[in-house]
C-alpha cells in the first residue's frame, strides 16, 4: 500500500500544473537618491567558499479584496527605491580583493527587477498536489533569474526580485540574494522594511535602520582558533565547482511535520525538553543516512546556527550580514542508523552545546583567516538549517498574511543536495500547524527517502492504508 503511495506521489511531481507566464525584460532598481560611494568589508563569515551561493524566496498572495486595482509591480518597483537608500550596499557589486577576499563595492548600480504575469489563479494553485508549498510548479518562470551553486557572485547584481501578477488578483513576490550580503534574516529585515514601504508611501524610514557592521567580525592578529573545526576539513577529493545542471539534476520534494508528528519524535527522545529542531534534524538525518549511504560511510551532519542573539561581542539590532556558524557531527553511518533515535538527537544536542560561548565564533573567524578560507567538507555531508521561526508568510504588502512564504526550493547551498531549509508552515489540506523540509535529492530515492521519514515518526507506520505525511 505504501508503496503504490510513493509511486504515485513520484508520478504527481513528473506531471506538475503548467500555465502560460509573461516576463518581461530586466530592468535595474537603484537607491531613489544618492548613496555613500564606498568599498564595505565582509567579514570571513560572509565571503567564506561555503556562503558563496544565493537565497531564494518566495511570497504567494491572494487577491487584495481592499484595493483590487492597486498593482503589486509598480508598488513594489517604487518601495524598492527607497528601501535601497538605507540598504545601499544591496545595490552594490562584490568584487574580489586580496588574499582571496571579497569586499563590497557600494556603487549605486542596482538590483534586478522584473515583472510578469501569469494566466493562473490562487484557486487554481490551491489544487495542485500537497497545496500551497514547494516544490512550485513554472518556478523557473516565477523567478526567470533564480541562479543555483556558486555562478554569478562577483560583478553582479546582490538581489534578483521578480512580481508576477497572477489572473485572479493576487501576486508572486519571488527574489534571491547573494548569501554574501545577507543570511535569512537579514533578507527577512529587508523585505520587511519593503513591506513598510508600501503600506506607507510617506514613510520616511523602515521602522528598523539597517547597520552594517561587518567590522565588529574581523579575526584576531594573529588568528587563534580554539576549537576544532571538522566542518572545514579537507575532503578525501578535490572538490569542484559544481554547476546549475548538477544541482538540478536533482529531484525536489519536500516533507510536512505536524505539530503532531513532532511530538511522537520528541516521545522518542526527551519529550519536550527536546527542540522541535533537534528532533525533526534527528529525524531526517537518519532517514537521509539510510537511503544514500553504505553502512561504512562516515556521515557529516552540520547545523547552521545564527550567533547574532547569543554570542558577545554582540552585534547591532540592525545587522543584516551573515551571522552563521556551522557546528559538524561525525559519525559512522552504521552507528546513526542502527542506533535509536535517540543517539542522533544527542550527538545534534552535544554538538549544539559545545559552541554555546563567545569564543566560538571567534574561533571560527580565526580559523577561515589562518586557512585561506577553505570551504565547508562535502564528504557524507548533511545539511538541516533552521528558518521556521523566520514567518515570512507574514510579511503583509497589503494583501494581508501570504498564502506561502518562505524559502522557495531545495538545493540551496554550495554542493547539490547538502542543504535541507526547514520552513514553518500550514498545511492547508488539513489546517494542521508544523515545520515543512525541502529536500533535494536523486528522484529514485524520494519514495525510499519519504517512507523511512514516516518509519521514524511511527515505526508501525507502514501497517497503515494512510501516510503520515
Not at 557546528?327 to 545534534?348: D, F, Q, R
Request: proline letters at 8%.
Amino acid at each position: 500500500m505504501y508503496r503504490r503511495a510513493t509511486e504515485l506521489q513520484s508520478s504527481k511531481m513528473a506531471a506538475m500544473l503548467t500555465f502560460p507566464v509573461h516576463v518581461r525584460r530586466p530592468e535595474l532598481v537603484r537607491p531613489e537618491t544618492t548613496t555613500p560611494r564606498e568599498f564595505k568589508y565582509l567579514s570571513n563569515i560572509d565571503d567564506q567558499i561555503g556562503v558563496r551561493n544565493h537565497l531564494p524566496f518566495v511570497h504567494l498572495y491572494p487577491p487584495n479584496k481592499s484595493s483590487p486595482a492597486q498593482d503589486p509591480v509598480v508598488m513594489i518597483k517604487e518601495a524598492l527605491a527607497k528601501v535601497l537608500v538605507y540598504y545601499y550596499p544591496v545595490a552594490g557589486r562584490l568584487r574580489n580583493s586580496d588574499n582571496g577576499k571579497l569586499v563590497v563595492d557600494c556603487c549605486g548600480e542596482g538590483v534586478a527587477f522584473r515583472e510578469a504575469d501569469a494566466d493562473i489563479s490562487t484557486a487554481q494553485l490551491r489544487k495542485m498536489d500537497g497545496g500551497f508549498k514547494p516544490p512550485f510548479p513554472m518556478w523557473d518562470r516565477l523567478l526567470v533569474d533564480d541562479i543555483w551553486g556558486s555562478c554569478s557572485i562577483t560583478d553582479s547584481p546582490l538581489l534578483h526580485i521578480q512580481v508576477t501578477r497572477l489572473a485572479c488578483g493576487g501576486f508572486v513576490l519571488a527574489y534571491i540574494f547573494n548569501h554574501c550580503i545577507c543570511d535569512a534574516y537579514g533578507a527577512y529585515m529587508f523585505i520587511t522594511a519593503l513591506s513598510e514601504f508600501c503600506l506607507n508611501t510617506d514613510r520616511k524610514a523602515p521602522s528598523t535602520l539597517p547597520s552594517w557592521g561587518r567590522e565588529i567580525l574581523k579575526p584576531r592578529t594573529p588568528p587563534i582558533p580554539s576549537y576544532p573545526h571538522p566542518e572545514y576539513d579537507v575532503p578525501n577529493h578535490p572538490s569542484k565547482t559544481c554547476t546549475s545542471t548538477d544541482f538540478k539534476r536533482l529531484a525536489q520534494t519536500s516533507i510536512f511535520f505536524s505539530t503532531s508528528n513532532i511530538s511522537a519524535l520528541k516521545n522518542q527522545l526527551n519529550g519536550p525538553k527536546t527542540s522541535d529542531f533537534t528532533a525533526v534534524a534527528a529525524c531526517l538525518w537518519r532517514a537521509r543516512t539510510r537511503t544514500s549511504m553504505k553502512p561504512n560511510y562516515v556521515t557529516r551532519f552540520l547545523m547552521p546556527l545564527d550567533t547574532r542573539f547569543r554570542t558577545k561581542p554582540s552585534l547591532p539590532k540592525g545587522y543584516y550580514g551573515n551571522a552563521l556558524v556551522f557546528p559538524c557531527v561525525i559519525a559512522k553511518a552504521e552507528e546513526v542508523v542502527g542506533k535509536p533515535l535517540s543517539y542522533a538527537a544527542s550527538l545534534i544536542s552535544e554538538a549544539k552545546r559545545g559552541v554555546m560561548g563567545d569564543q566560538y565564533r571567534a574561533s571560527v573567524l580565526d580559523f577561515i583567516e589562518a586557512n585561506e578560507r577553505r570551504g565547508i567538507c562535502p564528504d557524507g555531508a548533511f545539511a538541516v538549517t533552521d528558518m521556521s521561526r523566520l514567518r515570512f508568510e507574514n510579511i503583509d504588502f497589503g494583501w494581508g498574511p501570504a498564502l506561502f512564504g518562505g524559502v522557495a526550493r531545495a538545493g540551496i547551498g554550495s554542493h547539490p543536495g547538502m542543504f535541507t531549509p526547514l520552513v514553518g508552515y500550514k498545511n492547508e489540506e488539513e489546517g494542521l500547524e508544523g515545520i515543512l523540509a525541502l529536500v533535494s535529492l536523486p528522484m529514485e530515492l524520494v519514495g525510499r527517502f519519504h517512507m523511512e521519514v514516516r518509519k521514524e515518526i511511527d515505526p508501525a507506520a507502514l501497517l497503515k492504508p494512510k501516510s503520515a505525511l
